[in-house]
Structure formats: structure tokens, C-alpha cells
């Protein structure tokens, strides 16, 4: 996909986008629906899809036509990923607003911005098309109110690997086409993801007693019924027989289950650790920094490793948490 020369400030003139074809069909059928009158497309392409890169050959084109833009997501690490993204693609300037970050530039054609942040500010001038990532949550009244009622004017698009809400609430009447851009099967057929080796565990946990709270598991419930020491023992016992060679995501219930299960592990001699919520961001980096060399071999997690986050070293998942939602299994399995 070459993209166009452009005169604004920050844009890259000339720059040729390598991708795969099924990612430049997914653009041309965007186009096709903005063509036909469409104004908030969603785009739905698998996890290990290259939804990033797929919507960042998109703003490099609009730019191409002077058509500032602007990359929306909801956690630090989406945003460093995409601002990352951009700056491989040849981007000269890539404004990021979220509070109190140093890489804010109002100047630049690109802005990667926090959807907590937007909350707080006033509109951006001249914005006219609008990348929302993870657009399974655009039903919230945060992003209708300070996405799509402040930016009356512009083009959305919406990306996502799972276009459903364990809620149960319709993105219909958020977003005015489906765009399927692939499926597992074709990434796996064509070699640019691999086909999962999944194992079950012999000791499973007993799931009878808990309720079902907004079409998942009561949290109170299932970390009642997931944080036991024999389901810990088993969990590391067999992640020993399986994967102990492979960097590792746990994704556990609770922080209390999260820590018995990493404390587990350090037990076991297995350099592991933990992060959750109000992990602190230096913190966090850090210790993603040490899973992507390997000097961790692994991360349990509370609900921050799950939508957006990419680290290719990371060859296997652990399921601690058990879930009625299938977004949350397909967002949680495709970290690997």
C-alpha cells in the first residue's frame, strides 16, 4: 500500500507500507463501505492479525491527503505499542495525550490518545478520522460521549478481534458496517500464526457453586473456587510437564489468586511475577521488560495482559481463570 505525498506537518512523503494481502483487502473493503455512504466501520481481524499495523497503513494514507487523525485505546501499553507502530512505518511525528506524558506533541497529525485522557480535555481541532482500538468497549458512555458526540464530524473506525460483549450489548447501533478481514484458519493456513498445542489439567476446579454476574462467573465466587492449593500445585505441575521452557502469561481471578499462584511458582524455583491494576507503570514495564528476555519465565496477571498486548516471546498461556465469555477466552488465549 504506497501511501500518498502529503504536505501537512509530520507527514511521511512517499513511504511504501509492506503488507500482508489479506490486511490491504481489509483496507479496500473499509473503503468500499466508506465509499457507500458508511461512517463508523468496524474492521474485526484475529488476534496475531496485525490490527494495528492494518489501521496505521490507513492514517498513513489519510495523512497522505492532509487528514489529521487520531489512534484511540484504553491502557499505557496499547498506547506505547501503537506509537511504536507508527515510528517503524516512517512516521516523523506522533503526538501522544494521556496525562502527564512526555511525548505530547498538539502539533502533530498523529495523535495516540488515551480514552481516560480524552474524558478530561477539551476536543482536538480538526480531527477528521478517528481509529477506536478494542471497539468491543465503545458501547461505554465515556467514549460515546467524548468520542463520538465531540467528533460529530469525523470518520471512525472501529478494530477488534472479538465484535461481542460478555453483556450482552449490541455494537449496532455504534457502528454502521462489519468488516471481516480474515479468520484463525486462514492466518494458521498461511503460516502467520500457529496452531495451538492445548492441554487440559487432570484436577479441575468445581465451578457448580458459582453464580453468573453480569454473563461471566461472580468473581467472589469462582476466586473461591479457583484459589486452592491443589489446583495451584496442579497448575504449576503441569506447566512444568508442558512448557517449562516457554515464556509464560498466567491469567488468574483475583490478585490474591494471582499472588498464591506466583508465589507457587518462586517456590518451585521458577522466576516469576506478578502484576495487576495498580501495579505502578515503571513497575510494570520493568517487569515485562524481564518476560520478554526471559529473565522472568513468568507473569501471572489480574485482567492486564488481555486485549493488546503483544510480546512475541511469549509461547504459552495459562487459563487460571475460568470464563462464560467467549471475548475473554479469544482475548486471553491469543496473547500466545
Known sequence: ???????????????????????????????????????????????????????????????????PSMFVAHRKELIDQTVAAFERLGADRVGVIRAKDRRADPGAMIQVASIQTLA????????????????????????????????????????????CRADGKPLGHVFDALV??????????????????VFSTPTQADLSACRTTGGDYNLED???????????????????RHASDRQTIVFCVSVAHSLSVQARFVEEGVPCEHLD??????????????????????????????EGFDCPPVKCIVLARPTKSVALYMQMSGRG
Open 1 to 67: 500500500v504506497a501511501v500518498g505525498v502529503g504536505v501537512g506537518v509530520g507527514v511521511v512523503v512517499g513511504m511504501t507500507i509492506s503488507l500482508r494481502p489479506y490486511q490491504s483487502d481489509a483496507i479496500e473493503l473499509v473503503r468500499a463501505e466508506l465509499r457507500a455512504g458508511k461512517r463508523r466501520p468496524l474492521l474485526v481481524l484475529p488476534t496475531g492479525g496485525g490490527k494495528t499495523l492494518t489501521a496505521s497503513a490507513i492514517v498513513m494514507s489519510a495523512l497522505g491527503k492532509g487528514a
Open 180 to 197: 471481516l478481514g480474515t479468520v484463525y484458519s486462514t492466518l494458521i493456513r498461511e503460516g502467520h500464526i500457529v496452531e495451538p498445542i
Open 277 to 306: 491494576g495498580t501495579t505502578p507503570e515503571s513497575d510494570r514495564a520493568a517487569i515485562l521488560d524481564r518476560l520478554a528476555t526471559g529473565a522472568s519465565r513468568v507473569v501471572t496477571n489480574v485482567g492486564v495482559l488481555t
Open 222 to 240: 469462582l476466586e473461591a473456587a479457583v484459589n486452592r492449593g491443589a489446583l495451584i500445585g496442579n497448575l504449576v505441575a503441569e506447566w512444568r
Open 120 to 163: 478530561n480535555r477539551p476536543p482536538v481541532a480538526g480531527v477528521r478520522l478517528v481509529v477506536v482500538d478494542e471497539a468491543h468497549r465503545a458501547c461505554a458512555a465515556t467514549y460515546r460521549k467524548h468520542l463520538f458526540m465531540a467528533y460529530p464530524n469525523a470518520i471512525f473506525l472501529g478494530l477488534t478481534a472479538t465484535p
